[in-house]
């Protein structure tokens, strides 16, 4: 498409963008807020640039905020898969890693390969997202709480009986809100079709509960970007990362948690219990805890890695969880 290209790089706090103006990179960091899209529109009529094929990777909620307000003042948007652009900048052979150099590779993707015009998710996925969004917050807010109240015991407050009764009704407040959201959730889920449907697989699966299966629907971008179950996985942070060299050639192989926090995490106690109770994650434990080779923090890594991968299929096929067609993959 013949209109000019503009890279994001998208992170919690900040927009990082770069357009060429006269053949030459102009770049800006705008807040990523509201206030923030709204001055990227103003700048990007000041600029007189016209309509943009705005480029940005997919970064769930951090990203939607801005691809809502470009799509509705006009602009072409299209939500790039993070593989897709780490493997591009890989054959640029780049040396240097920061916002700008990324929002320019980003700009540079779209500019060469034009991926196709984003769809902006239905009213209810973005009801979804936000509630996903509090939700987060809720439980952040309540460790926090239950970790100072398990502290107060080895300090000077340790016998304030106030302080105490103050921080369990502060964490008793924290679960009234995470099960008051938690209500709106799958109401919100209830009421649109797309989302009960694709809940409704999500929860044939052994191991995935309501909280999962809404983090999935919200965090996991479309098959339409994520195209692979193997991307999947790299948008979580869960796939191996290896090092080797000189003398380090049997360092122990990691996960690369360059990914999606809030999936990752949402993943650990479902699989957990899928290691008991769904065949196919329970025996690729097995298989792994007879090799003898990984650690059970390892086995448990792997454990989510597969049950991921068996969420996707589900997402992906339109099919119900198959326990026989999944373990022998």
């Not at 009213?123 to 398990?150: I, Y």
């Not at 959201?181 to 209830?190: G, K, S, Y």
């Not at 991307?231 to 192989?253: C, E, K, M």
């Not at 003898?292 to 589900?314: N, P, S, Y």
Request: some cysteine; overall charge positive; hydrophobic content about 45%.
């Amino acid at each position: 498409m013949d209109i000019p290209v503009l890279g994001i790089d998208v992170s919690k706090e900040t927009l990082d963008i770069v357009v060429l103006v006269a053949g030459k990179p102009l770049g800006k960091q705008l807040a990523n807020t509201e206030e923030g899209w709204r001055a990227l529109i103003g700048w990007l009529k000041h600029r007189k640039l016209g309509q943009v094929h705005a480029c940005m990777e997919a970064t769930g909620r951090y990203s939607l905020g801005v691809a809502l307000a470009l799509h509705e003042a006009g602009h072409v948007v299209s939500i790039i898969n993070p593989a897709q652009i780490r493997d591009f900048a890989r054959t640029r052979l780049g040396r240097n890693k920061s916002d700008k150099v990324d929002a320019a590779r980003i700009r540079e993707y779209g500019a060469l390969f034009e991926p196709p015009p984003w769809r902006p998710p239905s009213p209810a996925l973005r009801r979804l997202c936000d509630l996903q969004t509090m939700r987060a917050g809720f439980v952040a807010s309540k460790v926090e709480w239950q970790n100072r109240a398990g502290s107060l015991g080895a300090g000077s407050l340790g016998d304030d009986a106030a302080a105490r009764t103050l921080a369990e009704a502060t964490i008793a407040h924290f679960l009234a809100q995470i099960a008051a959201v938690d209500r709106a959730i799958a109401e919100t889920i209830d009421h649109d079709d797309d989302l009960r449907g694709k809940r409704e697989l999500l929860l044939t699966i052994r191991g995935v509960g309501e909280a999962l299966a809404a983090a999935i629907l919200a965090e996991l971008p479309g098959t339409e970007v994520i195209t692979r179950s193997a991307q999947a996985v790299a948008y979580a942070g869960l796939n191996p990362r290896r090092f080797q060299s000189g003398s380090s050639i049997n360092s122990p192989t990691r996960i690369s948690k360059i990914g999606n926090a809030t999936l990752r995490a949402a993943l650990f106690m479902p699989a957990m219990v899928a290691m008991r109770h769904n065949p196919a994650v329970a025996a690729l434990a097995q298989r792994l805890r007879a090799k003898g080779r990984l650690t059970g923090k390892q086995i448990v890594v792997a454990a989510m890695r597969k049950l991921l991968v068996i969420c996707f299929g589900v997402l992906k096929t339109g099919k119900p969880f198959d326990a026989a067609l999944a373990s022998a993959r």
